[in-house]
T-cell receptor
Framework: AQSVSQHNHHVILSEAASLELGCNYS??????LFWYVQYPGQHLQLLLK??????LVKGIKGFEAEFIKSKFSFNLRKPSVQWSDTAEYFC?????????FGKGTTLSVSS | EAGVTQFPSHSVIEKGQTVTLRCDPI?????LYWYRRVMGKEIKFLLH????????ESGMPNNRFLAERTGGTYSTLKVQPAELEDSGVYFC?????????????FGPGTRLTVL
C-alpha cells in the first residue's frame, strides 16, 4: 500500500520568504498526486494535482509543485509567501479511489 | 453551487454512547467518501460510496462503525458504541465520478470527542 511522508511538521517563515514543503510517496508506477490546504476554520481545499504530462504543476494562489519520478517526490513551492498562506498543507496520493494523505505540515507566516 | 456539508460540527459524547454523523455531498455527485483524522496522525480513508452502494470499505476500523447512504443522497456514519480512540475529525468528501482525474471536494469535518 502507498504511504506519504511529509518531512516538515511545522514551518515558520516571514512574509516574502520562499517556501518549499517536501513530500515523498512510497512506490512508483503511475501515480496521481495532490496537495490540499486547510486554512484556519475552513475545509480542506485542493491546491493542485498531477496526473500526467508536464511534471511542473501550477496551482491556485501562486503555488506550484514538481513531480520527480526518480525521487518519488512531489514538493510544493511558492516563491514568496504571504501572511494569508498560514494554513496546514497536506500531500496525498491516490490509491484506487481513496486518497492516502501525509501527516500534514503547518505553515505559520509572520507579517 | 453549495459545497459538501457536515453535521454536527462538533460532538462530545461519553464512552459507550452512540453518535451519528451526517454528510450532504455536492448535488449531482454520485461518489461520497468518509475519512478520519485522529489527533497527530494523517487523514485516513474509511470508505467510498457510489450512489447508495459501498464501493470500498477497506478503511473501516471495526464493526462499531456503520455507514449508510440512503437513496444515494446524504450519508450517515454511526459509531456504536463509541470508544475513546474514536475521537478525531471525520471528513466527508464527494466527487462527480470516481475517475482518476476527478477532484474530491471536502466538507468542513465533524470533530468528535469521546470522553
Amino acid at each position: 500500500a502507498q504511504s506519504v511522508s511529509q518531512h516538515n511538521h511545522h514551518v515558520i517563515l516571514s512574509e516574502a520568504a520562499s517556501l518549499e514543503l517536501g513530500c515523498n510517496y512510497s512506490y512508483g508506477g503511475t501515480v496521481n498526486l495532490f496537495w490540499y490546504v486547510q486554512y484556519p476554520g475552513q475545509h480542506l481545499q485542493l491546491l493542485l494535482k498531477y496526473f500526467s504530462g508536464d511534471p511542473l504543476v501550477k496551482g491556485i494562489k501562486g503555488f506550484e509543485a514538481e513531480f520527480i519520478k526518480s525521487k518519488f517526490s512531489f514538493n510544493l513551492r511558492k516563491p514568496s509567501v504571504q501572511w494569508s498562506d498560514t494554513a496546514e498543507y497536506f500531500c496525498a496520493v491516490r490509491e484506487g479511489t481513496a486518497l492516502i494523505f501525509g501527516k500534514g505540515t503547518t505553515l505559520s507566516v509572520s507579517s | 453551487e453549495a459545497g459538501v456539508t457536515q453535521f454536527p460540527s462538533h460532538s462530545v459524547i461519553e464512552k459507550g454512547q452512540t453518535v451519528t454523523l451526517r454528510c450532504d455531498p455536492i448535488s449531482g455527485h454520485d461518489n461520497l467518501y468518509w475519512y478520519r483524522r485522529v489527533m497527530g496522525k494523517e487523514i485516513k480513508f474509511l470508505l467510498h460510496f457510489v450512489k447508495e452502494s459501498k464501493q470500498d470499505e477497506s478503511g473501516m476500523p471495526n464493526n462499531r462503525f456503520l455507514a449508510e447512504r440512503t437513496g444515494g443522497t446524504y450519508s450517515t456514519l454511526k459509531v456504536q458504541p463509541a470508544e475513546l480512540e474514536d475521537s478525531g475529525v471525520y471528513f466527508c468528501a464527494s466527487s462527480r465520478t470516481s475517475g482518476f482525474t476527478d477532484t474530491q471536494y471536502f466538507g468542513p469535518g465533524t470533530r468528535l470527542t469521546v470522553l
